[in-house]
């Protein structure tokens, strides 16, 4: 007997509640729009087109021969931990133990271990405007309720302080810095990051992009301004291992047994042989992540002066992460429709402003992890197709 798929499913109300994830919607069209012979450029999705490094991917090889890839320790592997905790010493000058690091299958579960453990139903969130999409949705999903801080094109899309006490009321738990950012490529100012740090709320700091910072601005964590802080990293973005799936959070010690224990029965452990190779990116790969930090730069210069030769509005330059958050308000008021229409008569797939939020309407992301060559060929297309 056929099995009758139910016309109707009951979902519970926060699920409901979670969108989609915009950017990869115009990814899978794009998809599909190649299935059927058209070339696309992918600026839509913010993926290092990097190979991994050859020292990494040797590493977890030399690891699955002679190593039997058994559960690690639910906390990750000790050496990787004790070298997150002297690169955080080196870089910033943070003193962390290796009992507050957590090792994760990426950051997405992080964040989702950070919210669990730090949120009450009822409790409120802030979190910036635009923001990385899935944000709200981490909040909302158990059961807290975001509150959102605007940030504006003409402030550099800064948070401000002052504004941020404003929006703060009894039930705000906790607020959420990612710095260098998706989707503006903006780094916030340490005046910022330690007013922000003055408020005394607990600080969710996503510092997946760190590293990738370009000219003489320089990145900042968290933990330079106040303790009361959870810090999210990882390695898909630096080292370009995305699909290696290997996070990290740094939390208070107060917190420390509720992540190990959530992380016990829902993860078990982050997969053993990715955190050896991990470990690898962080002792051996600092030639490698020069090279691709410096082309990267070079990309981004040619993205950006391209951008606005063509009438996009870039106000304040963007000097993090691999993203140029462009005005496109000149073509349409329409991010989503501009975006399909960029894809479907240009072959260029760009993320709409929408996807990060209310106020990032009438804005495209674009990203340059791609090739130059790349770019420059998207760049006219755009050109043809908005007639300039």
């Known amino acids: 007997m056929a099995f009758k798929k139910p016309e109707h499913v009951h979902l519970p ?19 599909e729009l190649e299935a059927q012979g058209q070339h696309i450029i992918h600026l839509e999705i913010g993926e290092p087109d990097f190979d991994t490094p050859s020292c990494i991917k040797e590493a977890c090889q030399r690891f699955l021969v002679e190593k039997r890839p058994h559960y690690t320790h639910s906390l990750g592997l000790l050496e990787l931990r004790e070298a997150i905790c002297e690169q955080y010493r080196n870089r910033y000058g943070i003193a962390i133990t290796p009992e507050r690091v957590l090792i994760t299958s990426g950051t997405s579960p992080a964040m989702l271990l950070v919210f669990s453990v730090l949120l009450d139903r009822e409790d409120a969130v802030i979190l910036p405007d635009p ?29 401000n302080v002052h504004v941020v006490k404003h929006i703060l009321n009894q039930r705000t738990k906790a607020l959420v810095i990612n710095s260098p950012a998706n989707p503006t490529g903006i780094i916030t100012s340490p005046s910022v990051l330690a007013g922000l740090s003055e408020l005394g709320i607990c600080i969710v700091s996503d510092e997946i992009y760190h590293g990738l910072v370009y000219g003489e601005e320089q990145e900042h964590t968290v933990l330079e301004y106040t303790d009361n802080a959870f810090v999210i990293n990882g390695f898909s973005k630096l080292y370009a291992m995305t699909g290696w799936r290997v996070g990290y959070v740094i939390a208070p010690s107060a917190f420390m047994r509720a992540l190990q224990t959530l992380h016990q029965n829902f993860f078990i452990s982050a997969n053993s042989f990715v955190q050896w190779a991990a470990l690898t990116a962080l002792k051996e790969c600092h030639t490698e992540v020069e090279l691709m930090k410096a082309t990267y730069n070079e990309r981004r210069m040619v993205l950006l002066a391209g951008l606005r030769k063509l009438g996009f509005q870039v106000a304040v330059e963007p000097t993090g992460a691999f993203y140029i958050f462009a005005n496109a308000k000149r073509f349409g008021e329409d991010s989503l429709q501009l975006a399909y229409d960029m894809l479907e008569g240009a072959g260029v797939g760009c993320t709409p402003g929408i996807d990060f939020g209310e106020h990032g309407e009438g804005f495209l992301r674009f990203t340059y992890a791609n090739s130059k060559e790349n770019i420059e060929e998207a760049l006219e297309r755009m050109k043809i197709y908005l007639g300039g």
Do not use: S
Not at 138 to 149: D, I, K, L, N, T
């Open 13 to 31: 109300p926060h699920i409901q509640a979670l969108k989609p994830f915009l950017a990869m919607e115009i990814m899978e069209r794009a998809q």
């Open 131 to 159: 923001h990385y999409p899935c944000y709200p949705n981490y909040v909302r999903y158990v059961g807290a309720e975001p509150q959102f801080a605007v940030l504006h094109e003409d402030e550099g899309f800064q948070y």
